[in-house]
């Protein structure tokens, strides 16, 4: 499976270069112009390969060389830079920088050294990708726009999580302000960073503050945030109640009147409800509903290795960024009830208190998670349980949608009259049986 490289150079226009020659050649990659943002997204984004210059302003290769291996000790790391002198050779080559190329770039002799350590993508995973870009953009709506390229941060592995971010893209490219109304424990703001990537602002932090009391203590905050050349014109704020919502749509056209830059601002709020789909009605066009991880498992799946990548290079113990059978059953039957957040914290834990460098098995799992007693499905019956939750979910959304009750529901879809408690639904067999025999 392709991996990713980093790019760092502070020229934007190199940066630019390196990505598009990689890109052309199959590879992901993701490309910072600062090394403090490249630190930022090394601690979040598991990486086969840095490439990186030698001279920045502020911090250059070798102190982002070293912070870079404080993170991760073994990680591939190429320096890319004019000539350099004997003593700054040495001293890169004693914090161990893999390869020093020097500019201008042999194209040749530099693709050959870059497939030492990552992996193209292949023309499946290729044809894929675009095919679920292009199925999730149609299955919003013919009046929406594409999202520019594949998240980095937000998982969008997921049908769900693809139809989101398109909404969500859709909203923001029409509007000054999008509410997302997420989960307890979603992952909004990792898709207001990518968000506020494709609007052009690169690898500028997202400031991220809680909605104060007033609106003029609010306007106090944004004008903080815009005053600075070194933020995104793209801020995150916490509501803490929906009845915030007002408040801040007023704080929105304020803004947008009032700043300097107000015209190509976009304020996402966002909303942690246990039902986030009742307040759209308060958003108006400008809600978006972010799904949980129960519907969204193949993302659920995409965060565990994500997250068990980055602890197990940190550890030096590569074998555990993979999972044992039983122990990926248990991460995709259980429910996640403080979503994306603890299943890092979950996996992260597991990869530490691991005292072999293997595949992290269920029991390292069951112990991060808390759990005394896990039941683990037989394999020939694990996909009809794992089918069964995902019913079981679809049931639960459709009920607090529209205020059903479970005996409401199993009349919508022309159950069985015996179907009147969440119970009776929950212990349903498989609508579609053949689905457990894929």
């Not at 898709?191 to 506020?196: F, H, M, T, V, Y």
């Not at 609106?215 to 915030?244: P, W, Y």
């Amino acid at each position: 499976m392709a991996g990713r490289i980093l790019v760092l150079d502070d020229e934007e226009n190199y940066a630019e270069m390196l990505q598009d020659l990689l890109r052309d050649n199959n590879y992901r990659v993701d490309m910072a112009t600062r090394p403090e943002r490249a630190i930022d997204q090394l601690e979040e984004i598991p990486y086969d390969l840095v490439i990186s210059d030698y001279k920045m302003p502020v911090m250059d290769g070798a102190d982002f060389l070293k912070k870079s291996r404080e993170l991760y000790p073994n990680l591939p790391f190429i320096l890319v830079s004019g000539l350099m002198n004997t003593p700054e050779l040495v001293k890169v080559a004693n914090m161990s920088v893999t390869l020093v190329m020097e500019k201008p770039l042999d194209t040749e002799a530099f693709l050959q050294q870059v497939a030492r350590f990552s992996e193209p993508m292949t023309e499946e995973e290729k044809n894929r990708q675009a095919q679920e870009s292009e199925e999730a953009s149609a299955e919003v709506g013919e009046t929406s726009s594409s999202y520019p390229e594949e998240p980095r941060f937000f998982s969008a592995v997921s049908a769900a999580a693809k139809r989101f971010m398109q909404h969500a893209w859709t909203v923001a490219n029409a509007s000054k302000e999008l509410f997302i109304l997420e989960p307890v424990g979603g992952d909004a703001e990792l898709a207001a960073k990518d968000i506020s990537a494709w609007r052009g602002n690169s690898d500028l932090p997202v400031a991220s503050f809680d909605f104060p009391g007033s609106k003029e203590e609010a306007m106090v905050r944004l004008r903080e945030v815009f005053s600075g050349h070194d933020q995104s014109n793209t801020v995150c704020i916490r509501l803490t109640s929906s009845d915030q919502i007002a408040r801040a749509r007023e704080l929105t056209e304020a803004a947008a009147g009032e700043l300097d830059d107000g015209n190509n601002m976009l304020l996402v709020y966002h909303l942690e409800a246990d039902n986030p789909s009742s307040h759209l009605g308060d958003t108006g066009d400008h809600g978006v509903v972010l799904p949980s991880l129960n519907e969204r498992t193949p993302d659920t799946a995409s965060y565990a290795r994500r997250f068990a990548k980055i602890a197990s290079e940190r550890s030096g113990m590569k074998n555990c960024a993979e999972f044992t059978p039983e122990a990926v059953y248990l991460l995709l039957s259980h429910d996640w009830p403080r979503g994306y957040k603890e299943v890092q914290e979950v996996v992260m834990q597991s990869v530490k208190s691991s005292e072999s460098d293997e595949a992290i098995s269920v029991e390292l799992l069951q112990n991060a998670m808390g759990l005394e007693d896990v039941q683990i499905a037989s394999p020939d019956t694990r996909l009809n349980v794992l089918m069964k939750k995902a019913q079981r979910h679809y049931f639960e959304r459709e009920m607090l949608a529209d205020g059903l009750t479970a005996a409401d529901l199993a009349r919508k879809l022309e159950f069985e009259n015996s179907i009147q408690t969440r119970d009776d639904l929950k212990n349903m067999s498989l609508v579609k049986s053949e689905l457990a025999k894929l």
